[in-house]
């Protein structure tokens, strides 16, 4: 999707990615256009089936060219962690039981609060076709795994780095339920704005015999404003509306036909409206 | 990441993804995995440029095949949405600010709402390289946008569709928090156990002269308290530790070379371990 506004300032600071051997230059890519999704910058590599630098994973990285060019390169999982004071290992397989296992959005919380620590953090991500080792999960400091389904839980490696880049961004926001644009302010019309629309209505219907047999008038009334009140119109568009009403009060389309208005026109369409 | 277990039951609910004009069968068969992994599994394609069947969609789709096997093909998005009851259109850019705009989070809460009270419910998302329309945007009830960094905002296809899938998945647990499976129990030892080992390492190092000078003892005993408590060492933990303090208990390395014991041995090295 569009968006993108390339003047506003990159954000670059968060947990390190290191992606353990990773197979195809193309995910390498989608990895590094995930991460500057949401803000992520470092990206580490452990021994690269294909070397680096690596021409499909540029393609694929999609403009994130500032992810590409900081990329570093390790020949072993143990150089590519020494410098971070926590680790996260990501695995969707139950492991030997002894490291705590985390949720995305706690994990996320945690590596906020190391990065406002002050501490050099790391996410690990495995191989595309079996993940981390034992001895690679061993170097971590707790796990994370994704709330899949069970049935189908084989997660791409650009997509599991996509996720914790969103919780890692979510993380950082004061509410979660808060987006980058918003609405214009739709605040209903006043009560009386709004019964004068009413009353328009029920004016024109009662001149055109609509509230019949008058022994229901009350009960279609009632329908009526049930129905033009439960949307909470705004006043723009309580104006339209009663520029539409007054449009079609004007006359009739048997009218405009030289019919002349008939009465009792439209009774059958009211009766069964239901209030709500 | 491996871990599937293909045993337990298909989870197949919630909101259609409705892809508006797609332009490649890797980014359907992407979407078909994406839903797959979080438990959705109705597809609909609106004018897919490629036609439908897509051999590139069904390669990428990585086995999930129901999702595949059941994508519907509509020529126009409103026939794509003609029995839905609410449709959320996903934007990275602000439209003309008439409609709700909310975040994944809350409209995963919306759309597991109305899927429990029985209401139809689609997502729109549009073409790669552009989107959707404002025509199209104006026929969904509301508008989704992710938290991106507003410097790189491109999000691929897929991976919108990823993360709105998994906040469906999020949406529907008790407990966001909650990992499908947990780390052992690691109740830490209780206290008799820790002072056991403790006591055990004072007494050996007292034996070597190592609380030197006198004076410090006790502030160098407070220290190695401190460092031996922090961690919270299980049961199985301290019965590990107490073996490797037998072991180096019962000859120094120097004994162990035919020099036999020394006093003082190592007492440099303790005198300024931090408590905390």
């Known amino acids: 999707m569009a968006g993108t506004n390339s003047e506003r300032i990159l954000l670059a600071e968060g947990p390190a990615v290191i992606l353990v051997e ?52 390790f020949a072993t999982l143990e150089e590519a962690v020494a410098d971070l004071n926590f680790v996260y290992a990501t695995t969707a397989r139950n492991r030997d039981g002894f ?11 945690t590596l906020r609060a190391r990065f406002g620590a002050g ?17 690679e999960v061993a170097l971590a400091d707790e796990i994370v795994t994704f709330p899949v389904n069970p049935a189908f839980a084989s997660l791409n490696i650009a997509q599991a780095v996509l996720l914790m ?27 009386s704005q709004l019964l004068g629309m009413i009353e328009q209505v029920e004016e024109a219907l009662d001149a055109r015999n ?8 009350p009960k279609m009334i009632d329908n009526l404003r049930a129905v033009l009140s439960r949307p909470g119109f705004t006043e723009p568009e309580i104006s339209l509306l009663r520029g539409v009403f007054t449009s079609l009060d004007r006359f009739s389309r048997r009218w405009a036909k030289g019919k002349g ?11 069964d409206t239901a209030s709500e």
Request: aromatic share 8%; no cysteine.
């Open 119 to 135: 501490e050099k953090t790391g996410i690990l991500f495995g191989r595309e076709r079996w993940g981390l080792t034992n001895e």
């Open 22 to 73: 990773p197979q195809l230059g193309e995910n390498i890519g989608m990895v590094a256009r995930a991460m500057a999704n949401f803000g992520l910058a470092e990206l580490r590599l452990v021994n690269p089936r294909d070397g680096w630098p690596n021409e499909k994973a540029e393609a694929a990285a999609a403009k994130a060219d500032h992810v590409i060019a900081g990329t570093t390169v």
């Open 165 to 191: 880049s969103y919780e890692w961004m979510k993380s950082g926001m004061e509410d979660v339920e808060a987006t980058p644009f918003q609405q214009v302010d739709q605040k209903p019309a006043t009560k």
């Open 261 to 271: 208005p008939q009465s009792g026109e439209g009774q059958d369409d009211g009766n």
């Open 210 to 217: 609509y509230f019949h047999p008058l022994t229901k008038k």
């Open 99 to 109: 490291k705590p296992v985390r949720a995305p959005v706690t994990a996320a919380a």
